[in-house]
């Protein structure tokens, strides 16, 4: 992990919090790939498009491993703080994640910030979440096995996910949260810890909330911190992977005790002595390949796959 920090600070590339959107998101998209695991190559992958309620047709892209067998399926919500990434900056995680556990896995270009700030992600991810579980069954996944997962704002948006599933009635097999953003404001000790230089700097935190929220208040809606939920009570299990040495870390661990605290079946592995963005490292770092195995046995395990 060191080795990987001291390449980043050679490079000597702008912060992407110093750049316009626009921009951040193309230098994000040119470096995602540069310390992934080989590209797996996948019997079925499709793009997609998904009605949003507002009329929007937003972008998708399903990985399958097998044709004709009817497969259980992930909604993946990927990150970069609601202001960057994309289905093509987690192309690779996804395709690993479907090869690994032997779902199918459908990602999801949610509309990013600040062009579309706060609830337009929630509503995306939810939108994408309703139509998959009505079209299970004509994409040849099986609709009684659905699950829902994210990094980063995207674990965010999986954990709200969960909680509008069960309110909604729609059964979920498993939350899959890579160190979810789950607090209001940045005011625990790992974010003063892990503040600067260790990939996700604070002022990185600041810029992609600042573009998303459109009010202070926007902070303390549950949407945005899950862990202002006024219950959790009946949401999905969950599998959380953390980051020892991230910013988020404490409020992944918060997040997961609010969840057994209402009786929420948690797996929860905190991988030692690696930062903020590993699972998509596994050339570089082995606990990014640990990782990927993890959430493929936890979903192995939660769809019934042995």
Not at 52 to 65: E, F, I, K, N, S
Not at 106 to 126: I, K, M
Not at 213 to 241: C, K, M, Q, S, T
Not at 269 to 274: A, K, L
């Amino acid at each position: 992990m060191r080795s990987v920090i001291d390449r980043m600070e050679r490079a000597n590339r702008p912060p992407l919090h110093t750049l316009p959107p626009t921009e951040a998101r193309a230098a994000y998209e040119a470096g995602a790939g540069v310390l992934e695991v080989p590209k797996a190559m996948l019997e079925r992958v499709e793009d997609l498009q998904i009605p949003a309620r507002d009329g929007q047709a937003l972008h998708a892209r399903l990985y399958a491993p097998t044709r004709g067998v009817r497969l259980p399926v992930l909604l993946y919500l990927h990150g970069g703080g609601f202001t960057i990434g994309s289905v093509a900056t987690h192309d690779v995680l996804c395709r690993e994640l479907a090869r690994l556990a032997g779902c199918m896995v459908v990602s999801l270009d949610y509309r990013l910030a600040p062009e579309h700030r706060f609830p337009t992600a929630c509503d995306d991810a939810w939108d994408a979440l309703a139509w998959l579980a009505v079209q299970a069954a004509v994409l040849g996944a099986d609709p009684a096995r659905i699950a829902v997962g994210g990094d980063s704002a995207g674990g965010t948006l999986a954990a709200v996910n969960a909680i509008l599933a069960r309110d909604a009635g729609l059964p979920l097999a498993l939350q899959l949260l890579f160190y979810p953003g789950c607090a209001a404001h940045q005011d625990t000790p790992s974010h003063a810890a892990f503040a600067h230089g260790l990939v996700l700097e604070e002022a990185s935190i600041t810029w992609f909330f600042d573009n998303y929220v459109r009010e202070p208040a926007d902070r303390d809606d549950w949407r945005f911190a899950p862990l202002n939920a006024p219950d959790v009570d009946g949401v999905a299990p969950a599998w959380i992977g953390l980051a020892e040495c991230d910013p988020l870390v404490d409020e992944g661990v918060d997040y997961a005790d609010k969840l057994r605290s209402a009786g929420v079946a948690v797996d929860l592995e905190i991988y030692r002595g690696v930062t903020h963005e590993f699972i998509k490292m596994g050339r570089a770092i082995p606990e990014a390949r640990q990782a990927h195995a993890d959430a493929a046995a936890a979903l192995r395990m939660a769809f019934g796959l042995g």
